[in-house]
């Protein structure tokens, strides 16, 4: 188990998670909101509304999909360093329904050099689990505040 991180570290991780989010229009306009951050980890709900429902009446893996992508953007951007995806996959485990509420639990595997790789896991707010996406980031110029 890893150690708590430091004072610093955290106030980090919560000023560039509120900097990333200001400018997430497409995580606000699906009703995300950042639970938790850390660094390198990131909780991330969103209710499953109507709007949301593909042809068979269970939300569209597209969604469930932006959910993990976003809880991945707030983990590894948690360093205040601008990172972005650059691959990721999901398995989706069962169909959910309108008006469950997701959540997204992100938590850094891996981080060196500009390169990183997190496990995100998509779970009711009963807790049965939705969804696995793993994601592998790249570090760019830039950061998401003005604090190094």
């Known amino acids: 188990m890893s150690a708590p991180p430091d004072a610093a570290a955290q106030q ?9 989010f200001r400018r997430d229009r497409a995580s606000q306009a699906l009703g995300m909101s950042v639970a938790a951050v ?6 991330v ?5 109507e709007d949301m ?3 068979h009446g269970a939300c569209h893996g597209g969604f469930v999909f932006a959910l993990a992508d976003s809880a991945f953007a707030f983990a590894c951007n948690s360093y ?3 990172t972005l995806a650059a691959a990721a996959q999901i398995d989706f485990l069962r169909a959910v329904p309108a008006g469950t509420e997701l959540i997204a639990a ?3 595997l891996w981080r060196g ?3 990183g790789l997190y496990e995100i896991e998509v779970r009711t707010a009963g807790g049965e689990r939705v969804a696995l996406f793993r994601g592998r980031s ?6 998401l505040t003005d604090e190094g």
């Open 12 to 20: 980090r991780a919560e000023r560039a998670a509120a900097a990333l």
């Open 38 to 43: 850390g660094p390198g980890r990131a909780e």
């Open 45 to 49: 709900h969103m209710r499953v509304r």
């Open 53 to 55: 429902l593909n042809g």
């Open 80 to 82: 205040n360093e601008s």
């Open 106 to 108: 992100a938590h850094e």
């Open 113 to 115: 050099g500009r390169s």
């Open 138 to 143: 790249h570090r760019v110029a830039g950061s």
